[in-house]
């Protein structure tokens, strides 16, 4: 098939000049009709664009960071420092002093992790919560602590400071984020709670007099 420089230098009279760039022209009225096609497609895929867009939700419905709230209570106790740290090491146990614990189960394969229930009245709401908690490494005669890494998010330490050889204070805190439930009564829900934390702690020290007395002197 004859090229257009063919042609062109062979019939002059159709006005055609040989094309040094080897591009081709194209009429106005095909001009117009690509562009028509090329605008609609962009107006296309504008549209797809903005069907694509994420809706922007009311004020209402965005999400409302929980506020984080620390309790702490102490007691002195008349038990040596380190019979109080060996009793509180056993977490399993703490249902038998601390009012809103139902249970606590040490996970068999990871003694690290332990199931924790708890179940109670507070401000007048029954409140029920379950949670998974890791228990860190802890300081002998010291300091044992933990924190949640499933469930409600809490967290807490126990520091035991000795006073004499018979005696020692017992400092509890425990921090949580405040349950929604009672976001409108968060001021009311700290003394409550260190109420709580301190009623356990008398129980504790009941308890762990009572394992003392057992223990036989030398």
């Known amino acids: ?40 497609k962009a107006t296309s895929s504008n549209r797809s664009s903005a069907r694509a ?16 709230q620390e309790c702490t209570t102490e007691l002195e106790v008349d038990i040596p420092c380190s019979l109080a740290y060996q009793c509180y090491l056993e977490r399993e146990n703490t249902p038998q002093w601390m009012p809103m614990i139902t249970s606590v189960k040490i996970l068999e394969d990871k003694p690290d992790l332990s199931r924790w229930s708890m179940k109670y009245v507070i401000l007048g709401q029954n409140v029920e919560y379950s949670w998974l908690a890791q228990n860190l490494t802890p300081i002998k005669n010291q300091k044992i602590h933990w924190r949640s890494v499933e469930g409600p998010s809490n967290r807490g330490a126990v520091r035991f400071f000795p006073k004499s050889p018979s005696s020692c204070r017992i400092q509890l805190s425990v921090g949580y984020e405040v349950p929604e439930l009672f976001a409108l009564v968060t001021s009311a829900l700290k003394p409550f709670v260190e109420g709580l934390l301190l009623k356990g702690l008398e129980s504790f020290a009941a308890y762990a007099k009572e394992r003392n007395s057992k223990i036989p002197q030398p």
């Open 1 to 40: 098939m004859a090229s257009l420089d063919a042609i062109a230098a062979s019939s002059p009279s159709l006005g055609l000049r040989p094309s040094r760039s080897k591009v081709l022209f194209i009429s106005s009225s095909c001009r117009w009709w690509m562009r028509r096609r090329w605008e609609g």
């Open 53 to 68: 867009r994420p809706v922007m939700l009311p004020a209402l419905f965005s999400p409302v960071a929980m506020e984080w």
